[in-house]
C-alpha cells in the first residue's frame, strides 16, 4: 500500500501492478550501461526503499522503489493501485477524471507524487510503502513490460488478476 500525506490530506491506495527494471544489464531500465549513473537516476543506485521519481515525456511523474543494494541500480515502477481513502483528493488532484490510479502517471498524480519526492526514503511521510493485501500466487499474473521500446518481452510486469487498479489485462 501506498499511504500519501502530501499537502497534509491522507489517501491510500493498494499497488495492484508493478513492472521491475534490472538495472545495468537490463537495457530498458534508466540504469542501463549504456546511461551510467547520471543526475536523472542516481536515485535508482541509492539504498533501496528510497523513491525513484521521474517526469515520463515531460508531462508525468512516475514513482518507483529502489529494490537492490546500493549502487545497483534496480528498482520497481508503480504502476496501478485500487484507492481506498481520500477519494475526492485523489479526484481534484486529477481535475476529475477518471480513473484515478491505472497507469503510473495516474497513480503518481492522485497521490500527490512530483519530483519534490526525489530519493524520498519510503517509510516515512508523506509517502509511506505499507504492507499490502495477501493475495494467493494464483491471483498474481506476469507479462512482458509496456511502453518500452527494449526488453519488452521480459515477464517483469506483475499485477493482480482482476483487480481494478490495473492498467491493462492481458487477454
Do not use: K
Not at 508525468?60 to 481520500?86: D, K, M, Q, Y
Not at 493485501?133 to 498474481?140: A, K, Q, R, S
Amino acid at each position: 500500500m501506498l499511504l500519501s500525506t502530501v499537502g497534509g490530506v491522507r489517501t491510500l491506495a493498494v499497488v495492484t501492478e508493478t513492472e521491475a527494471y534490472g538495472g545495468p544489464d537490463d537495457p530498458a531500465s534508466h540504469a542501463s550501461t549504456r546511461s551510467g549513473v547520471t543526475e536523472r537516476n542516481r536515485a535508482m543506485f541509492g539504498p533501496p526503499g528510497r523513491a525513484y521519481v521521474y517526469l515520463s515525456h515531460g508531462v508525468h511523474w512516475c514513482l518507483n522503489v529502489v529494490t537492490c543494494a546500493e549502487g545497483s541500480g534496480a528498482a520497481v515502477l508503480f504502476r496501478g493501485a485500487t484507492p481506498i481513502v481520500g477519494l475526492d483528493t485523489m479526484h481534484a488532484r486529477r481535475s476529475g477524471r477518471t480513473p484515478l490510479c491505472t497507469g503510473p502517471g495516474r497513480l503518481a498524480q492522485a497521490l500527490g507524487v512530483t519530483g519534490a519526492l526525489y530519493g524520498h526514503a519510503l517509510e516515512r511521510a508523506p509517502l509511506v510503502l505499507l504492507p499490502g493485501w495477501h493475495v494467493p500466487d494464483e491471483g498474481i499474473g506476469a507479462s512482458g513490460r509496456i511502453g518500452v521500446g527494449v526488453a519488452a518481452e521480459r515477464p517483469w510486469r506483475f499485477y493482480v488478476r482482476g483487480a481494478p487498479g490495473v492498467s491493462r489485462h492481458p487477454r
